[in-house]
């Protein structure tokens, strides 16, 4: 890291009438959408009068009933919706419609979108575009997404579902179109400068003090800040699309924006890990938490209990706040949570800061790296601890006065498939959306077999998953080059009556670009932004149908697999031959991979490739135990 002379736009700025002049007070607009609802009006958490009915914390037995009721609404939606996908798609001597009538016949769907920075943010968002009947065009899968129940996202795949949902469900397309957000070519070190004009342009400088700001605020507020939060800030600043980057904005508000209350958006999701310092984690001992409108919370028997998400940062003991106690609101603010699920790049502040950036910032950053060790720096930090002696029997953290968070694919578990294969959320398929850096930044399956190796130990708590072969196998039998579908056979599980959910995996695979970027490239020209996008998209679509004209029926078909099992129906001939096609059937070639270079599938797309940019590629400085999360 350099530290840099003051210069003299930061002196400017670091004057005391300019930093006033900078924090004023902003005009808060609540609009119909996850919104700046924070009561500070900033970053910063405020005191609140608790409600009249206090906020306690629950047990995970069930869902929440906040959860429950959604659902109902939701399912109006999706119903329709999925009954139009499957007119749309027709599959062949199958009357959708009066299928659907019998007895629990409706499936319910999952997406997840795995971490692995800006790649999976792309990869994912290309998927998404294909499954959205605004984008998807005819010919492929639209209308997935609007007949979906759980959208769940971790790392760089929360930083997908943040976007989408802080810009009022926006399309992918529209946030392609947006130039106040996913301006990739400018770094967060460098700010929105050159080419977000909607937002205004900021100088490096600026940025960085509006940033430095929006942290201390919450820090005089009396909050511990961690490089978490001036992380999470800068990440967020490309991810909405409002003045400083959303810095009021809060996951819980996602509850009343109007898309998510009339059920028009399935239920968002973004995962953490549980960690505590100095403590390493793998997928059969983390506790995995989740984040969604209404709560966070996990459903690991380590922990079993839900905090009201809205009042977050309260001071909860033995799960409920004293009676004198004062409620905390606007900690769950988008940029913390995100920049939670994503904490492996708080190893980004690291890096060397351009020189605009002012010295007050990197002496910040220097000191918090100087206060913990290596080891500890991707620690986000959660004080007080809600859930500090709540069921303190079975909790390892119930005496942590601070509940230590770290990236959510940190423990190898790179897909968020944790809450939605819970049994309380009855999930029938989930569409697997893996971006992860395996083998030449290709996918493998190592992020599915972490999750397999977890099912079935006493952490997993009862939840099955389907059979998952080694990393060998996927590769020697194509596997992660293009769908596959796992877990088909239902009555192959120890609950054959309530079966885990199907898993149909979309591996990121080269169609028309080299999409296997690194997860530490910090900046992608607008085209070639677009190129990755393009190539999810032409994953999730099957180039359009040009590889298999029958692919929007093979997905039509997963979605049913578990309803046809449940119902006694023997799959229509169609369905049966998708089954035969997508469906890993056990057989395993563990032989030594040599080496993975896959191919084009589809024709290049030459627009993006010659615009990669050079240099400026995240150095990785840190050594030690955290590093073994390469794949992320
Ligand atoms: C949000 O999107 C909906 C549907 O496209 C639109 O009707 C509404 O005006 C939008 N709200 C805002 C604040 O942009
Ligand atoms: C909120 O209350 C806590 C203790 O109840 C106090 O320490 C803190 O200073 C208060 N914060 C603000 C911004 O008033
Ligand atoms: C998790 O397992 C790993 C590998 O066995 C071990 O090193 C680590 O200490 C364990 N962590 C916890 C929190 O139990
Ligand atoms: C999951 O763990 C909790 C907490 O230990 C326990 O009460 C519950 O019975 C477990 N559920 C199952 C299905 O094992
Ligand atoms: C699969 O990926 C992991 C990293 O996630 C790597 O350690 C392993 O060597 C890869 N396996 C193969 C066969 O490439
Ligand atoms: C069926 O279950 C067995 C035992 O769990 C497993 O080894 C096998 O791979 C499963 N078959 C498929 C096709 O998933
Ligand atoms: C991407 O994959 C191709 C082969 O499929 C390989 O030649 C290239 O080196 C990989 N790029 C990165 C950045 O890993």
Redesign the pocket.
Known sequence: MRLTALSATAAALLSPSAASAISAPRDLQIKPRAAPDAPSGGYAPSNVTCPSNSPTIR???ALSSEESDWRKTREETTRAELKTFLDKIGIADFDAGSYLERDNAWPRIAISLSGGGYRALLNGAGFIKAADSRTGGDKGIGGLLQSTTYLSGLSGGSWLVGSIYANNFSTITQLQENDAVWQFQDTIFSGPSSSSKSIGALDTAKYWKNIYDEVESKDDAGFETSLTDYWGRAVTYQLIGDDDGGAAYTVSSIADADHFKNGNAPFPIIVADGRNPNELIISLNSTVFEFNPFEMGS???TL?GFVPLEYLGSNFDKGSISKDGKCVRGFDQFSFILGTSSSLFNMAMLTEFPDEVPSLIVDKVESLLSSIDDANNDIAQYRPNPFLGY?SE?SNIADEEELSLVDGGMDLQNIPLHPVIQ?AREVDVIFAVDSSADTNNWPNGTALRATYDRAGTDIA??TEFPSIPDQNTFINLKLNAGPTFFGCDASNFTNSEKPPPLIVYVPNAPYTFMSNVSTFDPSYEIEERDSIIQNGFNGATQGEGSLDDKWSTCVACAVLSRSFHRTGTEPPQACKDCFDKYCWDGSINDAEVQSYLPDFRLEEDNAGSSLRLGGAWWTLVVAGATWSVFAI
């Open positions: 047990g995970a037995s459903w690991d028997p079993f069921n079975i049994p708590n009862g």
